[in-house]
């Protein structure tokens, strides 16, 4: 991530308050921090391989800020609702003042000028394609940016989350074409606010079914979506998460971004760690965008793979019987 924060530290453009606690909203892992307390900061990150990063760095972590803030920095989400209502957040629990930080994909400008039209702005500061500027906090400017919760066919959803605004169409194609029994134990790896899950619940012969998600606000409208008393919630990796037994089943749409890039990486590692989390005989559906070069992977992870669906857009892929196992 781009040094605007410590350029603009270091230069004099700004200067944090002396004393009291920074909240620091959405830093990714390779954000530089460099210039600020660690002391004195709390990360607030819904997203666990943050999360777990920035706590093995010694900073105080948490997934929901624990104010009041001297001041508070916002590093921007892609999703234009997240990015207003972590603004919100921030303007309502700090006295001194609020710092966003955004490269120009990520709508800086925009916002930039939405923020001018409620206050004025301290000061900014452009560079490496983006943009940082700050000014004093003041709640009731920007209490209409609150998050609120949206219905989605009786589905709950928050700003931010993966297909907010509505049904996932690859993970409704996936939804369709599940078999009607899976197994007693069951994962929805990238569980997101529950859709999928909803649907293997509806399957016979369950016994468990873990949802594994990443993002802890999408796992948090998961919770209120799946009242199953079979599910169990997982606020995880995928890539790293290990169920408490063998599965006899994993589904998942994997994602394939990391922040607005393409990362293929993502569903290929997904499948390799769905194939360590199922039983010899276990079973694999997924659903993925046609061009995703997952093939070699799946060669390598199962010994059977067919595509029994599918359309111009999206590819549905059956694996079974898993060779790989995690050591």
Avoid at 58 to 87: H, M, N, Q, W
Avoid at 144 to 157: E, K, L
Wanted: hydrophobic share 45%.
């Amino acid at each position: 991530m781009s040094p605007r924060l410590s350029l603009a530290l270091s230069e004099g453009a700004l200067s944090l308050p002396e004393t009291g606690r920074i909240a620091v909203f959405g830093a990714s892992p390779d954000a530089d921090l460099s210039a600020l307390p660690r002391a004195r900061c709390q990360i607030v990150t819904p997203l666990r391989p943050a999360y777990d990063h920035w706590r093995a760095q010694g900073y105080e972590c948490g997934t929901d800020p624990a104010g009041p803030f001297a001041c508070s920095i916002v590093f921007l989400p892609r999703a234009k609702a997240a990015a207003r209502a972590v603004i919100a957040q921030a303007m309502a629990l700090t006295s001194g003042p609020v710092l966003i930080d955004g490269a120009k994909t990520d709508g800086i400008d925009s916002l930039l000028k939405e923020v001018r039209k409620r206050l004025p702005v301290s000061g900014s500061l452009s560079k490496a394609h983006g943009k940082l500027f700050w000014l004093p906090a003041d709640p009731a400017a920007f209490s209409d940016w609150v998050a609120r919760p949206s219905q989605i066919d009786g589905f709950t959803t928050l700003p931010g989350v993966f297909s907010a605004d509505g049904v996932d169409p690859a993970s409704a194609l996936l939804a369709s074409a599940l078999p009607a029994r899976l197994g007693a134990h069951v994962a929805d790896l990238g569980a997101g606010w529950g859709y999928l899950s909803s649907a293997i619940l509806s399957r016979g012969d369950l016994a468990a079914l873990h949802l594994v998600e990443a993002d802890e606000v999408a796992l948090r409208c998961a919770r209120l979506n799946v009242t199953d008393p079979r599910a169990r919630f997982h606020w995880a990796d995928a890539r790293h998460w290990q169920p408490p037994e063998p599965l006899d089943t994993v589904v998942m749409n994997p994602p394939f971004h990391t922040g607005r890039s393409g990362d293929p990486g993502l569903g290929q590692a997904f499948i390799t760690s769905a194939s360590a989390m199922l039983k010899p005989s276990g079973q694999l559906w997924m659903v993925a965008n046609r061009h995703l070069p997952y093939e070699d992977t799946l060669a390598q992870s199962f010994r059977e793979i067919t595509e029994p669906s599918g359309d111009s857009r999206f590819k549905l892929i059956h694996a079974a019987r898993p060779t790989r196992r995690r050591a």
